[in-house]
């Protein structure tokens, strides 16, 4: 059996023929497994939804219970589907991520979704397993990116509360994941007063408190009772589409920062009107990507969404077999 | 080099001109020299480095880096300098001061130089790397004027910005006797360059109401030329052009350089010509802000000055002279110099204000933005002290214009919409856009536009929203500006100088307002 046979491309994304079920499909299809929860990978209107429980979860918060037709959580075992042995192990990348082991006659494909490998207390770390095939993502693969030690990044911040503490600092976060990693950061470099946070976080930190992972005093940004001043000097944090609407004029003179992978280009930075760039990141930077590549060892390496030309072109100077999927759907800019 | 590099950082993307400032001025409190210094000068663009051509640059990174990565990356970073940061990988962990690395590349022989760079990039972190090469390259662009830089040396210093720009010509980095007198620590240095940059007199806007205290016999009235202020310092075989803010322009204007033959220091406007009359302000930006400038650029558009005092003759100082009597010296002056370079600025006769008023209404050139009032007995000062000099603008052109456009502002503005792009009807009743204006309004003024282009967008491109604008529904603004120009690059063939909200119309229905023939007539010939 070729690789390809047991996994490969369709519009409605990677589809197993033998177990007659999608990974991560863009499309409603009849069963679907799904590596975590942010939307673009994680979408509703499935017959059937396999997932950890905790992005079952999470598309429940986000979709509404309906979300599909049937839904199985899956625990650390294996799950058979038709003759298809299928196991979720843990990414790395957000609370409940996972990566897929699909297996058939012999052979391993691990459909990795977004992973990375530093260290991250709000989910479980990535774990590497064995296999033929790996698959990859690639959202920062160039070697320009190298992210640095999210702890220092958060020196930064704290740094610009201490320089500007007549201002407001409001800090883009995504509201899955990224939210709640940059509170967990913050309370581990010895922040304990009181973070604001928007309203389109709520939900995802009371569940992130749900399971154990400590997020210390929240506060609703958004109460008649406060005046702008009392937000002097205060860390808030929200989507960063919300820095553009009117919500965010009741703060005093706002540093703008912005957590992601992205703020390490001063492009990147400049374009999204930030003034107090954060490079922290739930993907892999170049260097974690070549090293998950070299662990695992896989006989082929799968490319998909981002920059697949870069890691496939080092994969070809460095003899490894590689192509890219060229799967669409998939947003990059959602970090 | 650590410092210096987060400076660079944090002013790129610091939008406010005061938090520039600051950041400045802590560099300069918390960086010793001679680092400091050379860090000014980077910024000022008076660091006269080897420089390192990007083919160099990129000949090193060939040496480490596969061809096909290093364009992937290039392709998405978009500035060598900042791949290279990026991209190259080295043992780290080995800073070095500014003051050194800039005393090495001066040193470094041609053959040397690209060994010396990649062993810098080795020892230092990304943000000290991409410092290095920006340096290196020369390509130091961080919003950063090098007015404002002598304005956060004033702050820091506790002086008036004005003794800096005298003394600057003289200084050279790393700027070690200026800092010692600014810490307090040592006396002033003493003006050390020839034909130096005499800080400029500027006239504070007059008020009409404050005629009625003045008196007509104690000032003299010129015209208020449209170009742009200069000082034109010739002493002891030392010729030199300077802007208003003490800027040497002298490479961009060797035609008015080389007939300053001369032995003085003339306060004067800056104009191109075009055939016999004087050009308008665009012709004149051909010329200006350029390195060097090309034998077509010389011959279409020639630059004279119209001499408006004399600071210097010979040795003598005619600053402390009554401004009447420096005008007499300038008039004997301006008899001797080539009349195709320099002319005499000439005087308006008035008996009462109600006669200037009339001049001022009907102005004998197009090229004329209003009239200045010198008092006879003014001595020359630097800055802009209240009383001696006035200058009376024409009135500004006003338009009842519609807004089109509404783009997000930055730092503090970035959750309003507060750029506007206004538009005015056409023939065919559509609007075409004439203008984009920042300013003019108050705090509240500008929340309750934002919440009319939040409540009215018709569609969103990024930044910019477009807004609902029809004959009978829509903001209209209007709008002041100074002139107008034609443009070929916008749409409607108009660009405005200096246009800004003088006042919402809530009142006005869209359809009232103006239209563009109302523009086109008022485009020079």
């Known amino acids: 059996m070729r690789p390809d046979d047991l996994l490969h491309p369709t519009p409605q994304g990677l589809f197993c023929p033998a177990g007659n079920f999608h990974i991560d499909p863009v499309r409603p299809v009849e069963t679907a497994l799904i590596t975590h929860g942010h939307a673009d990978h994680a979408r509703a209107g499935h017959g059937r939804v396999l997932a950890t429980a905790q992005t079952l979860d999470i598309m429940a918060i986000r979709y509404g219970d309906g979300f599909a037709g049937a839904t199985q959580a899956t625990g650390d075992g294996p799950i058979r589907i038709n003759d298809v042995e299928v196991r979720f192990h843990p990414a790395g990348h957000v609370l409940g991520s996972a990566q897929i082991a699909v297996e058939h006659d012999g052979m391993r494909i691990v459909a990795a979704g977004d992973y990375k490998r530093g260290s991250d207390p709000t989910c479980a770390d990535f774990e590497p397993v064995p296999c033929d095939v790996f698959i990859t993502e690639a959202t920062f693969a160039l070697p320009v990116f190298r992210h640095p030690g999210p702890q220092d990044e958060i020196a930064k911040l704290l740094t610009s509360l201490k320089d500007f503490p007549e201002r407001a600092h409001l800090v883009g976060v995504y509201a899955l994941g990224k939210a709640q990693r940059v509170i967990r950061l913050l309370r581990d470099a010895g922040y304990d007063e009181e973070i604001y946070i928007h309203g389109a976080l709520q939900t995802l930190c009371d569940y992130y408190r749900s399971q154990g992972i400590e997020l210390g005093a929240l506060a609703p940004a958004t109460r008649d009772d406060l005046s702008k001043e009392h937000f002097a000097g205060r860390v808030i944090l929200g989507p960063p589409s919300a820095f553009a609407a009117k919500w965010a004029q009741r703060f005093p003179d706002p540093v703008i920062a912005f957590a992601s992978g992205w703020m390490q280009v001063r492009a990147r930075i400049r374009q999204r009107g930030v003034e107090l760039p954060l490079v922290i990141s739930d993907h892999c930077d170049w260097s974690e990507l070549i090293q998950t590549i070299e662990e695992i060892d896989p006989s082929e390496v799968w490319v998909t969404h981002g920059r697949e030309e870069a890691l496939v072109r080092w994969c070809e100077l460095n003899q490894r077999r590689a192509r890219s999927l060229h799967l669409v759907g998939y947003e990059d800019e959602v970090e | 080099m650590k410092a210096f590099s987060e400076l660079l950082d944090r002013l790129v993307l610091t939008p406010s001109r005061n938090g520039k400032l600051r950041l400045l001025e802590d560099y300069f409190a918390s960086v010793p020299d001679p680092d400091r210094g050379y860090g000014l000068a980077a910024i000022t663009r008076d660091l006269d480095l080897r420089s390192v051509k990007p083919a160099m640059l990129r000949g090193l990174v060939a040496e480490r880096f596969d061809e096909e990565l290093f364009r992937l990356s290039y392709d998405y970073v978009g500035d060598l300098a900042e791949t290279i940061s990026l991209i190259w990988e080295g043992p780290g962990g080995g800073t070095r001061p500014l003051s050194q690395v800039v005393e090495q590349l001066n040193a470094a022989s041609r053959s040397d130089a690209p060994a010396l760079i990649s062993g810098m990039l080795d020892r230092f972190g990304p943000a000290e790397r991409y410092a290095l090469l920006k340096l290196a390259t020369g390509g130091m662009r961080v919003g950063v004027s090098s007015r404002l830089a002598k304005q956060a040396l004033a702050r820091f210093g506790d002086v008036d910005v004005t003794e800096i720009e005298e003394l600057w010509h003289g200084l050279d980095p790393p700027y070690v006797s200026l800092f010692a007198w600014l810490d307090g620590q040592g006396p002033k240095p003493a003006q050390a360059a020839a034909s130096p940059f ?320 109302t523009l086109e007539a008022l485009l020079p010939d």
């Open chain 2, 198 to 517: 005499r800080p400029v007199m500027l006239a504070s806007p007059l008020a009409e109401a404050e005629l009625e205290t003045l008196r007509p016999q104690d000032f003299m009235a010129e015209w208020k030329w449209d170009g742009i202020r200069v000082q034109a310092a010739s002493q002891d075989g030392v010729r030199r052009l300077y802007s208003r803010t003490g800027d040497d322009i002298s490479a961009a204007f060797p035609d008015v350089i080389g007939d300053m033959d001369f032995d003085g220091a003339i306060d004067g406007e800056l104009l191109v010509r075009k055939g016999d009359a004087i050009a308008p302000f665009s012709d004149l930006q051909q010329r200006l802000n350029r390195k060097t400038v090309s034998k077509a650029k010389l011959q279409a558009f020639p630059a004279f000055i119209r001499a408006y005092d004399l600071l210097h003759e010979g040795a003598e100082n005619l600053r402390p002279l009554p401004f009447a009597k420096r005008r007499e010296r300038l008039e004997d002056f301006a008899g001797h110099l080539p009349s195709g370079r320099f002319d005499l600025s000439p005087t308006i006769p008035f008996k009462d204000w109600a006669e200037l008023a009339e001049a001022r209404a009907a102005p004998p050139d197009p090229v004329i933005e209003g009239v200045m009032l010198k008092r006879l007995d003014s001595i020359y000062v630097p800055g802009r002290p209240k009383g001696p000099w006035f200058k009376w603008k024409r009135d500004p052109f006003i338009i009842d214009a519609v807004l089109m456009y509404a783009q997000r502002g930055h730092g503090k503005r970035s959750s309003f919409y507060s750029d506007y792009t206004f538009g005015v009807w056409t023939r065919d009743g559509e609007l075409v856009p004439v203008g984009k204006a920042y300013f003019g309004f108050t705090d509240e003024e500008l929340r309750q536009i934002d919440k009319f282009v939040r409540d009215n967008t018709r569609e969103r491109f990024g930044p910019v929203r477009s807004v609902r604008a029809e004959p009978d529904f829509g903001l209209v603004l209007e709008v002041a500006f100074e002139g107008l120009n034609r443009s070929k690059r916008h749409k409607s063939g108009v660009a405005m100088r200096f246009p800004r909200i003088s006042r919402l119309r809530w009142d006005k229905p869209p359809h009232e307002a103006d239209r563009i023939e």
